[in-house]
């Protein structure tokens, strides 16, 4: 079987390579700021996580430069997508944030942008927002469920119900114009067994969605998970045994839907489990030669 990866998605939109650059918005969140919680989500790190955006102080058009000089060191690509990643980036002043979604998007190297938010944090007036982009550009919404199951997402304290997920998706996608929605999914939460991260898969595969960004649950320092880690260490995964089920629920999933990422990207030097994932480079070679074995073809190269 094949499936679709993000680089030829883009190549079937661009032509080409795009990368995605990621910026900072300067957001916070509401399940860390006291409206739904204060902790946040249990694994979610200090930044948001959004380890690898540029520096929040600075405004969106200098974070790009930097963040294409990162970029532009292994590629001579011109065309980036601005990814809005770490917080809430619907949430907060909306004429603020639409001022710095416009930023991103005067940049003519800028092709489109990616939203990461939560599905209860998007007002009526940020609805209208993200209408008003998708007729002139692209525009993807991801929105991080990491689970169906109300149980596990209890557990890491998620702060909203499936129901405001499944509104928000019904919203999204009566949207005209270009625009796609990604859906966030972890596997190997403790709480739940395979069976019950399959349920989550063919739950995704059943919504009007374009994209899914699949992720190890990664246990990263300073965060509550940590705390609880250490305390009770519980088990997870080991890669082999990953990348086999990996394989299986790539082939579950609907094909037309775009797979962005098949593995937690937490920082290196804040992963404390599983180590395997520090390793990229070995995982992202791994899984290729497991679903190349196992006839899983991609339309280009991924990257986990
Ligand atoms: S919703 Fe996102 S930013 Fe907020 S606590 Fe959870 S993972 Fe972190």
Redesign the pocket.
Known sequence: MSYRSASSHYKEIYGEKVYRVALDAGCT?P??DGTKGTG??TF?SGS??GEFAADRALPIAEQLVSAKARVGKKSRSHKYIAYFQ???NTYGDETVLKRKYEEALSDPEVVGISIAT?PDSISEKMYGILAELAQRTHVWIEL?LQTMHESSAAWFH?GYALSEFERAVERLSAIPGNLEIIVHVILDLPVETKDMMRETIDYCSHLPIHGIKIANLNVLSETSLAEDYEKQPFSLMEENEYIAFLGEIVERLRPDLVIYRMTGDGAKKALIAPLWVADKRKVRNDITAYFSSHNIEQGRKFRP
């Open positions: 969140c399940n860390r946040g989500c979610c948001g996580s770490n917080f809430t939560r991080g998620r």
